[in-house]
């Protein structure tokens, strides 16, 4: 039987962290001279109390898996409206627009339809970007290491991540102190490299989240242009935060063997590369951008396209569909498993090739052959390579539809249309110039349900709505 209380109880205790995070808000207002915001405070204070009204349920048992997946579904939902609510109470913005950028921040896309974001104020800013950072940090693993007595929450945090230790807790552990080791560090790195306290704590936010967002609206072409070492700078960091949190661990533990045995990691830089180059050559030959120019847009796009970090350091609109292909064959395969980017992950791009190899090897070879399938030093079952074939096939299948529905809602052309969802199931937030303010009601609603799909590699919504159907399951409260 599927429990209410179970669900609702773990989603008041998730909340929590949001309310927490609040709370920023009127800080970073009182810091720099502004009056304190209220409704963050409010909302903030009221999402607090209700986290504390729920602690006499910590010893329920823990949901079932299913509890957990639809918890983890609703929790993607809730956080966002709650934001739109209380940016809408602090300046006045349109509820609709809000919840699309929340539902971006949160995801780690990084799409905006604000017109100016340089106008609002530093503790908006702010918040755009710790929705972001908390968001791919994942608000739920969080919720592990700071709230151990709700011990209902673990079981949504196994559907969020995977385990680093024999614990949980202690994987939720290793995570975040990765997490805000990478965040420090980058922090000091972006200051010496030229930007000031304010843009390198908010960029490094969304960079190490692999989300994009920028305090400015020209992306992070003015930190650049004023401080050009930051294309290095922010280039490592999109690179890092798009790995595996077990290859992170390696290489601050400097095991530098047992990360260069990772099949995942190696692909990636290699894909990267790969990609760069060809984006580089296309750059040059068809789009006309001088030599220089190509190299430096060529590697730095693909770049934040394969991490599904996001940012932009030229009008990508203006790009030939060939480059634009390229970059959506970068957004569409992502960045690594059990880390903040998004897309199909290069794990399982590593498995559908190798299974073409072990399916051609099984036709070409008459006699009957027992083949030892691999994935760098760990065997992979046929079950599970079905089950990754078919999430790249959902995946695809649901992005092409999505671009077709997109380009009707939008005007669109096919092309940019595929770039625009591409960038929104991947969770990217690179963008050709259709998704803005001005874009249609659909056309926004398409986006949301893209990063929202992506976020929860969407999967998951396919699962409850078959168990639903299938067992007719029973509801109690």
């Known amino acids: 039987m599927i429990s209410l209380k179970r669900i609702l109880i773990t989603i ?6 949001e309310g927490a995070m609040m709370f920023v808000v009127p800080i970073v207002d009182i810091l720099t001279r502004n009056p304190p915001s209220i409704p963050f405070l409010l909302m903030g204070s009221a999402l607090l109390t209700l986290g504390i009204c729920v602690q006499e349920c910590q010893y329920l048992e823990s949901p ?39 539902v971006s921040g949160f995801t780690g896309t990084g799409f905006t339809v604000i017109p100016d974001v340089e106008i609002l104020r530093p503790s908006i800013l702010v918040w755009r970007s710790m929705m972001q950072w908390i968001g791919e940090l994942g608000v739920i693993v969080l919720a592990v290491i700071i709230l151990p007595q709700y011990n209902i929450i673990s079981r949504v945090y196994l559907v969020e991540r995977g385990k680093l230790a024999p614990t ?93 045995k990772s099949a995942e990691f190696v692909v990636n830089i290699l894909l990267i590369l790969t990609l760069s180059g060809l984006l580089t050559l296309s750059l040059h030959y068809v789009d006309g951008y001088s030599i220089i120019s190509s190299i430096s847009n060529g590697i730095f796009h693909m770049a934040s396209g394969s991490t599904t970090t996001g940012f932009s350091i030229t009008e990508l609109g203006s790009l030939s569909d060939v480059s634009k292909a390229l970059l959506v064959v970068g957004m569409f395969i992502g960045g690594a498993t059990f880390s903040t980017a998004g897309g199909i992950k290069v794990y399982r791009f590593i498995v559908a090739l190798k299974n073409l190899f072990w399916a051609a090897i099984s036709i070409a070879v008459k006699a009957p052959v027992s083949i030892r399938k691999k994935v760098g030093l760990e065997n992979i079952s046929d079950e599970a390579i079905l089950s990754i074939l078919s999430f790249i096939a959902l995946y695809f299948f649901t992005d092409l539809f999505l671009s077709i529905a997109f380009s009707w809602a939008s005007g669109a052309s096919f092309i940019d249309s595929l770039f625009e969802v591409t960038s929104a199931l991947g969770c990217v937030g690179l963008s050709v110039g259709v998704v803005n303010h001005a874009l249609s009601f659909w056309g926004k609603a398409l986006i949301i349900l893209g990063m929202y799909l992506g976020r929860l590699e969407f999967i998951q919504l396919y699962i409850i709505l078959g168990y639903l159907f299938r067992r007719k399951s029973k509801i109690v409260v």
């Open 64 to 102: 079932t898996p299913f509890e957990a997946l639809t918890t983890a579904s609703i929790v993607w939902l809730l956080m966002p409206l709650l934001s739109s609510i209380a940016m809408h109470l602090d300046h006045g913005m349109d509820v609709f627009d809000g919840f699309f950028e929340s």
């Open 168 to 260: 949980v807790i202690a994987t939720a552990k290793i995570v975040a102190t990765i997490y805000f080791t990478l965040t420090v560090i980058g922090i000091v790195l972006y200051i010496a490299s030229g930007m000031t306290f304010f843009e390198a704590v908010n960029l490094v936010m969304t960079t190490i989240a692999t989300g994009g967002m920028s305090i400015y609206n020209n992306s992070v072409v003015p930190v650049i242009t004023r401080a050009p070492i930051a294309y290095i700078t922010i280039l490592v960091f999109m690179i890092l935060g798009a790995q595996n949190f077990q290859d992170l661990k390696d290489l601050m533990s400097l095991h530098i063997g047992r990360l260069l």
């Open 12 to 17: 008041a205790a998730i909340l929590t962290i």
